[in-house]
């Protein structure tokens, strides 16, 4: 994943922690269904996911990881500059002498201080756990990373300067990406190292130009003195540095008569010869160490700093590649947009779709039975009584006398019809009964029945329906325990539709025995 | 490949729109024991993106099955063309109130559904069911009946002998308490009864069983976050030197409690959303200790781990740390230091289990009161919090959708999960609680949610696998 993606990634998902997670699973839903996000890799769905993002911003603003990454253009396009003129004005100030040059004061500067650096660089590369047991080698470690840092914070100081959107986003990155485990800190460690490097690149590419540079136009002689080193010290010591370049480049490894000659570099008046040719000679056997100052500069100045560039490079891709997945975040944003959400819908009117709790019934007292004739009975299909058990139970429940009973509700309709015709022949009863199942739930079909009977009676005669609930053994307990004046309730909730102030629901209770289909 | 269509049908208050709720997951539809709430018929879908994985039809109950098994026979003219009677039937009464609910609801299945029969196993069958019957036979399509059961009498033994006579399958499926597992039992089933809905049917099975893996995954998620939230939690209040810091203690720690309860809940809440059961609320005796107040004490005795236990983790984690001890010394201490630190674990599980935090007076280097509460020292609390987090997801998850208002789950006995836990796995969470109690960093924070993630992913698997 690119830097840029990384930290627009860190800002989106810092905002993210606010959003209600059910509405984040309905947009990433959207989006990773527009996308295909279950067919793509993980880093592709996150730069689709970013991309439809900023679309739905509908922005034109540059994201913060552009904006990061531009910074960091500037940044590096900075350290590529100084570098380069840093490089060129060391050099400069190191070959304008009079007298010539003394390469070992040359070599020390200019090649041994970077070699210094490369060794702190090493020290700041490797794990931590690989220094333990070296005596200081936390500490160097420690203060080579803290080296390492100047550029990031020379990052961050310029984004400070940016703008207040931007050093909010870029304050949110940072937040965010500070939580998985080591992996932010790796990550910034190794920008960090990539671009000093980038930096002693550059500062060593003006160091070789400017070298040849001089080179072509003032002829800048070298030398040696030291009151520590022969002659023979110095040319194997020259030997040993110039061992990774002698196969590749004889003519950089001078030899010793030729090193021997250069001896005393700050003797008087070298260069002060009137002859030409003597002047020539001269010159030629003063620049004989040029190759080898040359192939140090190549060897040990930039070519290790294109190595360690490269190691950079491929440790800020090794960590840009990874590390991010490890977040909790990151991973539930993948599975968010990769889940097959199972989403419930309907065809109900959204504003209907209120929650419908179940409704509470009054249970109201039983219609106390007045004295009257004998009554009429229907008894709806499923009660099954023969003419003795209806006058019976009727008798023991509510003491009175039937006149006539007919079963009415089964399945051939027009019975119900010859019911109602038959009850015209008898006089008019100031009560008529319709026995009806007690677990039965009311509906049309009784509705039309009662209004057929109202008009088959006269309007004040009382018709009493008698909800019959038989129950064995344990049954007996439901219907005492809600079940039957539950029942009853809803019965009596139902027919209140009919607005008829001379129905009535009474219960009637019979512990026996189901009855059989 | 087009979206398999149930048209679940019976007579009025059988338990349709019930049967529709759990099959459907689907929370918001009306149930009500008052007969004719369903007046038209609604479809209720399943779908993954713009793909309809499951279309259920929730009808209005037959309301006058003789009258309109009567007429069909008064014009029936051929067996083969029953279909054809039933189409005409509607036809002529659509305009009409007589039949309002036999034409809603018939299209519908001689549109291409496959019939979903309801019945209520609390009632014996009545005429009116076999007229209902009749007429779903005439129809020609495709049907199973559902021995749904609304009360508490049982005649399922009389029903089957109905049922068998006229449907292809009969299963039994109580809207009410069916869980998950039996859920997609049912629309196995479905695949047996229509041949050509078997394709799709597999397909939504297997989405729905990763949606379900999914939603605990997510719901995991929203647990470590929580509870490493609520461990790392801390307030902070800085005071002037001279400023009198008691008044300012109670309402810190009022601040400090208040948002532990507030981040509860919002995980509480969205548990309940993933499970689709958003307006649910809990008030039933079984889960009362997940409505009872947090920081009501007298109430841990009946979550969490029990004492024991919880001294037995303790233990265990200070001889872990103290074996590391015994290990960096070659053993030379001869595990005095496993010892120490198993007493040490030990005593301050027991200790710290009975205190909540306390407000604290720190200095600050440049001079002035800081006054802090937090984070969570008290041993118990994490695994309350945990406890009461897992009871809720374990419930949510398995209720039906069936399921309104007050629910009653059986059993008088409080239940804790954690408890169950094996000693390995509860070892692993205190580890991760113990780094939070410490004061983690940044990093440890993500590290612990990870971590608390998979731990209870390991703890889920194991249960599932259990009640395999």
């Known amino acids: ?66 904006r990061a990454s531009q910074l960091i253009r500037l940044v590096h396009g900075g350290l590529n500059v100084v570098g380069l003129l840093l490089g060129i004005a060391t050099m400069f100030s190191s070959l304008v002498f009079s007298s010539p040059v003394n390469v070992v004061s040359f070599w020390m500067i200019l090649i041994g201080s970077q070699l210094m650096l490369l060794v702190l660089w090493v020290l700041a590369a490797l794990p931590s756990r690989w220094l333990l047991w070296v005596p200081g080698g936390a500490i160097l470690q420690h203060a080579a990373r803290l080296l390492g840092r100047v550029p990031l914070n020379l990052f961050l100081f310029l984004a400070r300067r940016l703008s207040p959107k931007f050093r909010r986003e870029m304050r949110m990155a940072a937040d965010q990406l500070q939580g998985p485990t080591q992996w932010f800190g790796n990550l910034m460690r190794w920008f960090a190292v990539a671009a000093t490097q980038r930096f002693a690149i550059a500062f060593n590419f003006g160091l070789i130009l400017s070298f040849v540079a001089i080179s072509l136009g003032s002829d800048p002689t070298f030398g040696w003195r030291s009151t520590l080193l022969s002659s023979e010290q110095m040319h194997q010591l020259i030997q040993w540095l110039a061992w990774p370049f002698a196969s590749l480049w004889p003519a950089a490894v001078p030899a010793l008569d030729e090193v021997e000659s250069v001896k005393f570099s700050s003797r008087e008046n070298l260069q002060i010869v009137l002859d030409p040719e ?50 909790l975040a990151v991973q539930s944003l993948l599975r968010r947009l990769r889940r097959e959400r199972v989403i419930s819908s309907s065809d109900v009117d959204e504003s209907q779709r209120a929650a419908h ?27 099954d009584w023969s003419d003795q058990q ?123 025995g189901d009855r059989a289909l | 490949m087009t979206a398999p269509r149930f048209v ?43 793909h309809v994985l499951l279309e259920f039809v929730d009808t209005p109950g037959f309301e006058r099955p003789r009258q309109m098994l009567a007429w069909m ?59 209902e019957m009749e007429i779903l036979r005439w129809t020609g399509r495709p049907r199973m009946a559902i021995l749904n059961r609304i009360g508490t009498r049982d005649h399922s033994a009389a029903w089957r002998v109905v049922l068998d006579q006229y449907f292809n399958l009969v299963r039994t499926f109580d809207a009410q308490r069916a869980d998950f597992d039996e859920r997609i039992k049912l629309l196995r089933a479905l695949g047996e009864v229509n041949e050509s809905a078997r394709g799709p049917l597999d397909r939504a099975i297997s989405v729905l069983e990763t949606d379900r893996c999914d939603n605990l995954a997510e719901s995991f998620t929203v647990i470590a976050n929580l509870v490493v939230e609520v461990l790392s939690l801390t307030k902070q209040k800085r005071l002037p030197v001279e400023v009198e810091p008691r008044p300012y203690r109670e309402p810190l720690a009022t601040k400090y409690f208040d948002r532990i309860r507030a981040l509860e809940s919002q995980a509480q809440d969205r548990l309940k959303e993933l499970f689709g059961h958003g307006r649910l609320q809990i008030e039933q005796d079984q889960l009362a200790q997940v409505d009872d107040d947090l920081f009501n004490l007298s109430l841990w005795n009946h979550l969490g781990l029990t004492s024991t236990q919880l001294i037995a983790t303790g233990t265990a984690t200070g001889a872990a740390a103290g074996g590391v001890i015994d290990l960096a010394v070659g053993g030379t201490a001869l595990g005095t ?18 205190s909540l935090p306390k407000v604290k007076i720190r200095g600050i280097p440049l001079g002035g009161q800081l006054l802090q509460i937090g984070p969570m020292s008290n041993r118990e609390f994490p695994w309350v919090l945990l406890d009461r987090c897992l009871l809720l997801l374990d419930f949510v998850s398995r209720q039906p959708h069936a399921l309104r ?21 509860r070892n692993r969470f205190e580890r991760v609680f113990r780094r939070l109690r410490k004061g983690a960093s940044v990093e440890e924070i993500e590290w612990a949610k990870i971590e608390l993630v998979e731990l209870l992913q390991a703890w889920w698997e194991e249960q599932e696998i259990d009640s395999a």
């Open chain 1, 357 to 383: 709790t179940t409704s509470e019934f009054e249970i109201g007292e039983a219609n106390a039975w007045s004295a009257c004739g004998p009554v009429p009975v229907f008894q709806w299909a499923g009660i």
């Open chain 2, 8 to 50: 679940v049908v019976g007579h009025v208050n059988r338990g349709k729109s019930s049967v529709v709720s759990t099959l459907a997951a689907d929370a918001s539809i009306d149930i009500d024991a008052m007969p004719g709430t369903t007046q038209q018929c609604h479809g209720y879908r399943m779908s993954v993106g713009e």
């Open chain 1, 278 to 327: 003597q002047r020539i000679a001269f010159l030629s056997v003063w620049s004989e160490l040029w190759p080898f100052l040359f192939a140090s500069l190549c060897f040990y100045g930039l070519l290790p700093r294109v190595v360690t560039l490269t190691i950079s490079n491929l440790q800020l891709r090794r960590y840009r590649q990874g590390g991010w997945k490890s977040q």
């Open chain 2, 337 to 354: 230091a496993a010892l120490v630190g198993a007493a040490v674990g030990g005593g301050a599980s027991w200790y710290a289990s009975r």
């Open chain 2, 405 to 425: 208002g007050h629910v009653q789950l059986g059993g008088s006995e409080p239940r804790r999960l954690v408890s169950g836990f094996a000693p390995s796995l």
């Open chain 2, 73 to 131: 026979r008064d014009h029936e003219t051929h067996t083969a063309e029953r279909a054809q009677v039933v189409w005409a039937f509607v036809d002529l009464h659509r305009a009409g109130d007589a039949f309002a609910q036999e034409c809603e609801l018939i299209p519908s299945i001689l549109e291409g559904g496959t019939i979903l029969y309801v019945v209520d196993v609390s009632r014996p069958p009545s005429i009116k069911e076999e007229a």
């Open chain 1, 1 to 66: 994943m690119q830097f840029p993606t990384l930290i627009d990634l860190a800002v989106q998902v810092y905002r993210d922690r606010g959003i209600d997670p059910a509405r984040l699973a309905a947009r990433d839903a959207v989006i990773g269904a527009k996308i295909g996000a279950a067919r793509l890799p993980d880093d592709r769905a996150i730069e689709a996911w970013l991309a439809e993002q900023k679309q739905g911003a509908s922005s034109d603003d540059a994201s913060a990881g552009e």
């Open chain 1, 390 to 512: 209806v006058r019976a139970r009727l008798g023991e429940a509510f003491r009175v006398d039937v006149t006539c009973c007919w079963k009415v509700g089964q399945a051939d309709p027009s019975r119900d019809r010859e019911a109602l015709s038959a009850l015209a022949n008898e006089p008019f009863p100031q009560r008529v009964v319709l026995l009806v199942e007690g677990w039965e739930s009311p509906d049309a079909d009784y509705l039309d029945f009662v209004r057929q009977l109202r008009t088959a009676v006269t309007p004040t005669t009382e018709i009493v329906l008698v909800l019959v609930d038989r129950a064995a053994g344990s049954d007996t307990d439901a219907l005492d325990q809600g079940e039957g004046p539950r029942a009853e309730s809803i019965w009596r909730t139902f027919f209140h539709r009919v607005s008829d102030p001379y129905l009535s629901i009474n219960r009637l209770v019979e512990k026996t």
